[in-house]
């Protein structure tokens, strides 16, 4: 009916609660005045700040970062709490690469394949060189898909109501079967099970949309059901430092000095645009993939890279270009991970799991409300990661490329205890309740042992953050067909999603070599 998306889009805003089209630039200028405040200003340096460390320092990573922070925003503003969640989130996925390329352990699977290049680079005595060429190509692929996503809100209304209850509940179950075919490590049906626990553990005490009490036992304590910012806090953060501090030796190795002309790295990206541009843009469309990731997007960039090379041997062997390909793309991933969260409330990665926590706790309805009457949040989200892609090209010129290696060598036995305290604290903050204390315990435990038997601990996040949006949309979904699940297949959107769940399953055991040596199974783009 509607050829025009924007034209869509007007009216939605006209009859909703949100602004008019004529007035989207207003709400844009808004948000341009509120990004530029001091206030949410410094909100974007300490977050780039504390991701880029945590980034640099091989096992820790955003989804640590965020998970610590998240409980500490619930007395700020949900803006500020949000743009601090993602700029911990990009500023990680640059910081990444810096351990990647000074000691040739990339600080999360994001930035593995940076190693390539990055590290025979600094063999080659150009570190330097390499850190500003992964800062510039990180600042450019962000910025350029950051405006990318810009231009693409309006374009995304009709997208997000195109989907009722049936195809919402069919793309969370979609995401799940994702989650349990790309990263579960040695099978599918481990990581489809995972996913499932953890939207049933999400059903425990009284329903939100039924009065009837389930899976409490009696226990009083429960009835409230399980926090899902204590589960992330038990899976991410204590999880996480169980498993650091049951590694015998140290996670990184010495750091290496720091050599090389300086705005090499610089004139590397800008003489190599199109691979840039080419890399970002493949970045963004895997990024929003639920279940590939940053990691994923590392690799494939990097291998479309070598492939369109005209010189293909000359990667692995201090090649500027894998480099570029590598970089260009984790950050680009970002604004294509933003989409399925902001349209749809689906998290295709660990951190974006914990962003949704974000808007959970906030009161934050992702969906239409995100560009109608949170319109403002989303572009002051969009502005931030902006100006975040500022704040990294300058860290890597002028910071990176001085203290890299003192970040690298930071022992994290110190930080284990320092990261063990904000995570209790956080915990018992959020609802002053000791039984989300336990949670966290109980989670960790959890988490640690599936790491320890190879079980995907982001299918079970994914499933217990997706599991009300899987529960309100089955259940209205069956209300208004009076019972019946024909629902489900009896419109081509539908029915899509329905062949690209069979397909997804089906593709699992037929070519389970597509699995095999997967450098991103079984990882989260911490």
């Known amino acids: 009916m509607f050829e025009d998306p924007t034209l869509l889009?007007?009216?939605?805003?006209?009859?909703?609660?949100?602004?008019?089209?004529?007035?989207?630039?207003?709400?844009?200028?808004?948000?341009?005045?509120?990004?530029?405040?001091?206030?949410?200003?410094?909100?974007?340096?300490?977050?780039?700040?504390?991701?880029?460390?945590?980034?640099?320092?091989?096992?820790?990573?955003?989804?640590?970062?965020?998970?610590?922070?998240?409980?500490?925003?619930?007395?700020?503003?949900?803006?500020?709490?949000?743009?601090?969640?993602?700029?911990?989130?990009?500023?990680?996925?640059?910081?990444?690469?810096?351990?990647?390329?000074?000691?040739?352990?990339?600080?999360?699977?994001?930035?593995?394949?940076?190693?390539?290049?990055?590290?025979?680079?600094?063999?080659?005595?150009?570190?330097?060189?390499?850190?500003?060429?992964?800062?510039?190509?990180?600042?450019?692929?962000?910025?350029?898909?950051?405006?990318?996503?810009?231009?693409?809100?309006?374009?995304?209304?009709?997208?997000?109501?195109?989907?009722?209850?049936?195809?919402?509940?069919?793309?969370?179950?979609?995401?799940?079967?994702m989650i349990g075919v790309i990263a579960s490590q040695d099978s599918t049906f481990k990581g489809i099970t995972v996913g499932l626990f953890g939207v049933l553990v999400m059903t425990i005490g009284v329903s939100h949309i039924t009065p009837q009490v389930r899976y409490t036992f009696g226990v009083m304590g429960l009835y409230n059901g399980l926090s899902i910012v204590a589960i992330l806090i038990g899976m991410f953060a204590l999880g996480e430092m169980l498993r650091i501090a049951d590694t015998p030796a140290s996670l990184v190795k010495e750091g290496a000095s720091i050599t090389g002309k300086q705005f090499d790295g610089v004139r590397n990206v800008l003489s190599n645009k199109f691979l840039t541009i080419k890399s970002a843009l493949i970045g963004m469309v895997i990024g929003a993939i639920p279940g590939a990731g940053a990691g994923a997007a590392n690799f494939f960039s990097y291998t479309e890279a070598v492939r369109s090379s005209s010189n293909p041997d000359e990667f692995g062997n201090a090649n500027p270009l894998g480099v570029i390909a590598a970089e260009s793309s984790n950050n680009s991933s970002v604004a294509g991970s933003l989409i399925p969260v902001l349209s749809f409330g689906i998290p295709g990665s660990a951190s974006t799991a914990v962003l949704l926590g974000g808007f959970i706790v906030h009161g934050i309805n992702p969906g239409v409300e995100m560009f109608t009457t949170n319109l403002h949040i989303t572009y002051t989200m969009i502005l931030a990661l902006l100006l975040g892609n500022v704040l990294i090209l300058g860290a890597g010129l002028f910071v990176i490329t001085r203290i890299g290696s003192i970040i690298t060598d930071i022992d994290t036995d110190i930080l284990i205890p320092i990261i063990l305290v904000f995570a209790i604290i956080g915990a018992i903050g959020i609802r002053s309740n000791w039984w989300d204390l336990v949670t966290v315990f109980v989670f960790g435990i959890i988490a640690f042992y599936m790491k320890l038997y190879n079980y995907s601990v982001i299918a079970l996040v994914l499933g217990a953050v997706l599991s009300p949006i899987i529960e309100s949309n089955l259940l209205r979904s069956l209300q208004l067909s009076q019972g019946s699940p024909v629902i489900f297949v009896n419109d081509p959107l539908s029915l899509l999603l329905v062949l690209l769940i069979v397909a997804f399953l089906v593709s699992s055991f037929v070519w389970p070599q597509l699995k095999d040596d997967n450098p991103f199974t079984s990882r989260s783009d911490r």
């Open 9 to 177: 889009a007007s009216i939605v805003l006209q009859n909703g609660d949100g602004p008019s089209q004529v007035d989207q630039w207003g709400t844009f200028l808004e948000a341009v005045r509120r990004t530029l405040e001091p206030t949410l200003l410094a909100i974007i340096v300490v977050g780039i700040v504390l991701g880029l460390i945590l980034g640099a320092i091989p096992g820790l990573g955003a989804v640590l970062g965020m998970t610590i922070v998240l409980p500490l925003t619930i007395v700020v503003d949900s803006d500020i709490a949000l743009v601090l969640l993602v700029s911990i989130y990009s500023g990680a996925l640059y910081g990444a690469s810096i351990s990647a390329i000074l000691v040739n352990v990339p600080g999360t699977v994001a930035a593995a394949a940076t190693t390539f290049d990055g590290y025979t680079m600094t063999q080659a005595g150009q570190s330097r060189e390499a850190l500003e060429t992964s800062a510039a190509a990180s600042a450019l692929g962000g910025s350029l898909t950051m405006l990318l996503l810009f231009v693409a809100v309006p374009y995304l209304i009709p997208i997000v109501l195109a989907f009722g209850a049936p195809q919402v509940f069919l793309l969370a179950l979609f995401g799940i079967v």
